[in-house]
């Protein structure tokens, strides 16, 4: 049944497409205060904030034309969350919630009201991104920097700097001083040579993604008419996956909604913090609770995995938070035998090959398909893929890959880029005989990017048949993939020139800056050639390339908001997880993030040749308390 327009009143709102929801949900649903939402595994937290922005916009607690905003972590977290909110909204509402990442969030403020700093924080127009490492680091103090004055210190003084607490204490550890950083110090006098550089020395300003958003930050608390346009515009905002949010992300939204009538619902779950590495805050929410007031709410159902999986999770969390509320499974359990187990081998060959077999029998006895199943590294997973993918090979089935590199791009990221999903779904319409749901996700996509009204039926008319024209050129003019990189390249120019570049960039900014289009469509196009080599028909070729009937191998990290039926975790040894007397708690945190991806099954293997599992004793005593069993397979 089509979403109603019409406004609702709030004592007559249910819950749209779901059955329920739990308790402390609806009460977050529907609440007027700012809350801190504790929210397990499974939880549903997207549900949870897609029924909120469906409550608040449908019975106009968020008033037009004031407007939601959600801003996540990750890119595929925010395009997610606008899917949901599209399916439980109708697009009067829909329209009205803007979904990003706290990194296109900010970079959004710096593309459109960057040239209103200050002079000394003032970035070029057209300035390149930069991801530095601790290497980059290290070569600017040994090699860049110069030798301060005689009144800050001395060159020895510069190559004493820890490159490890350079970045995350120094140079974007606290707001910018609108004068600028003190450099009484050698650290302090890098950190603010590191900066001018940055900005001022070349043809264009080079930035990281911390130092916007610190010049983001600094540029709404010089520019009071640009932040007051932002709480006007903003009735609430949502914070997703808030267990990683950074001190630079959390001061940007401390300093534009602080003190206003803006009210702030933060998501996710303390025992998922697996960021802290790349500078997440060891605590964020007690941060939040007591600056915005918040009130703390904690969801108990878990809606993913089986109830023996449940149990074994809460082990785990406790391991974590001694506090953790024991979570209940709205899920049945489905398979026999062990829901969890570790499994020994002898040698990786071995290995690779009963895993292989392991997958193939259970696709075949319970009619599961590849990506019900997902094997996880720790790391290095190139070398993994090059034992495991052989094995897999013989026994039928495709194993991917995804996080090997495609051109300058990670597979999964790029499978996530906006470019990329617009673009298959325009060939998945040209070469679709009944493509109705092809045809509704290309009609939406591009209604938004070329600004067409929602009740502008004319103007979608005339959209429809410039869409249905095109993909009937485009099949007659491209009746098989590409053979060669250069043909895909000529096809994925095409299709962006019918879209138009300057409204995808109009759309999503990050295009707009240095070459990172020129990357993704070159990615983009190196993909969709190899996924077609053999001589492969359209259908099989986009199947590769989204990886349909492919197993996926990924990192934790990346699979982190992801779901499988069966989760495999390869190598839990000391080798892979080398760092983890550094930080016991993350290192702990990835374990239970790796583990709660699964619904029905999670299998840890160990393999002596890779390491021994000394260092990782608590992991596996953890396994052990829950009644895990070790399985000598061979």
């Known amino acids: 049944m089509p979403v109603s327009s019409r406004r609702i009143r709030s004592e007559d709102w249910k819950p749209i497409g779901v059955d329920e929801l739990e308790k402390n949900a609806l009460i977050v649903v529907q609440s007027a205060k700012n809350r801190s939402v504790i929210a397990g595994p499974g939880a549903g937290k997207t549900e949870l904030l897609a029924q909120r922005a469906a409550y608040l916009l449908q019975t106009g607690k968020a008033p037009a034309p004031r407007r939601i905003l959600a801003i996540s972590f990750k890119r595929d977290a925010a395009t997610n969350l606008t899917a949901r909110v599209r399916q439980r909204c109708h697009r009067n509402h829909a329209d009205r919630f803007d979904s990003m990442t706290f990194d296109a969030f900010a970079k959004g403020l710096i593309d459109r009201f960057g040239q209103a700093l200050p002079q000394r924080w003032r970035p070029r127009p057209n300035y390149d991104i930069m991801f530095p490492v601790e290497r980059d680091y290290r070569e600017f103090l040994s090699q860049l920097v110069g030798t301060p004055p005689a009144t800050v210190g001395t060159y020895a003084d510069i190559q004493a700097i820890s490159v490890k607490t350079f970045e995350r204490r120094y140079l974007v550890g606290s707001p910018l001083p609108v004068d600028g950083l003190p450099n009484s110090t050698p650290v302090q006098w890098a950190a603010d040579r590191f900066w001018q550089m940055s900005l001022h020395t070349g043809n264009k300003s080079v930035l990281s993604f911390p130092m916007i958003g610190r010049l983001a930050e600094i540029l709404l608390r010089v520019n009071p008419i640009v932040r007051d346009a932002l709480r006007l515009t903003y009735s609430h905002v949502f914070m997703d996956e808030f267990q990683d949010t950074t001190q630079i992300q959390y001061d940007l939204v401390r300093t534009i909604f602080l003190g206003t009538d803006t009210v702030i619902t933060a998501v996710g779950d303390n025992k998922q913090q697996i960021m802290r590495w790349?500078?997440?805050?060891?605590?964020?929410f007690t941060a939040f609770d007591e600056t915005f007031g918040a009130t703390r709410t904690p969801l108990s159902n878990n809606y993913r995995s089986s109830p023996e999986l449940v149990r074994i999770q809460h082990i785990l969390a406790q391991a974590l938070d001694a506090r953790a509320v024991a979570p209940v499974s709205k899920t049945v359990g489905t398979i026999t035998g062990d829901s969890c187990a570790i499994w020994d081998f002898s040698t990786p060959e071995i290995e690779a090959k009963r895993l292989a077999a392991f997958i193939a029998s259970e696709m075949k006895a319970h009619t599961l398909a590849p990506r019900d199943f997902v094997l996880l590294v720790r790391q290095k997973?190139?070398?993994?893929a090059a034992i495991l993918g052989p094995a897999f090979a013989t026994v039928g089935i495709h194993l991917r890959n995804e996080a090997g590199m495609v051109g300058s791009i990670m597979l999964q990221d790029l499978l996530v880029e906006a470019a990329s999903e617009l673009i298959v779904a325009i060939l998945r319409l040209a070469i679709t005989t009944r493509a109705g749901r092809h045809w509704s996700k290309c009609q939406v996509a591009l209604v938004t990017l070329w600004g067409i009204a929602y009740d502008d039926?004319?103007?979608?008319?005339?959209?429809a048949r410039e869409l249905d024209a095109y993909v009937?050129?485009?099949?007659?003019?491209?009746?098989?993939?590409p053979n060669s990189k250069a043909e895909s390249r000529q096809i994925i120019d095409d299709i962006i020139g019918f879209i138009g570049c300057d409204r995808l960039i109009s759309t999503h900014p990050a295009y707009g800056q240095g070459e990172w289009l020129e990357k993704v469509l070159d990615s983009i196009a190196e993909h969709l050639w190899m996924s077609a080599v053999a001589g492969t028909k359209w259908v099989p070729a986009l199947d590769i390339y989204e990886g349909i009937h492919a197993v996926p191998l990924m990192t934790i990290h990346k699979s982190k908001g992801l779901e499988y039926h069966s989760v495999i975790f390869v190598g839990l040894d000391d080798g892979a997880w080398w760092s983890f007397s550094n930080d016991q708690i993350e290192a702990t945190a990835g374990f239970f993030v790796a583990f709660?991806?699964?619904k029905q099954r999670v299998v840890f293997t160990y393999c002596a040749?890779?390491?021994?599992?000394?260092?990782?004793?608590?992991?596996?005593?953890l396994l052990i308390n829950a009644g895990v069993k070790i399985v000598n397979i061979a």
Do not use: C, S, W
């Open 457 to 463: 039926e004319v103007a979608q008319a005339n959209l």
């Open 278 to 284: 790349a500078m997440a805050m060891d605590d964020p």
């Open 381 to 384: 997973a190139n070398e993994y």
């Open 609 to 621: 040749q890779r390491g021994a599992r000394t260092n990782i004793a608590v992991l596996y005593q």
């Open 596 to 598: 709660t991806r699964a």
């Open 472 to 481: 009937l050129k485009f099949k007659a003019n491209h009746n098989n993939p």
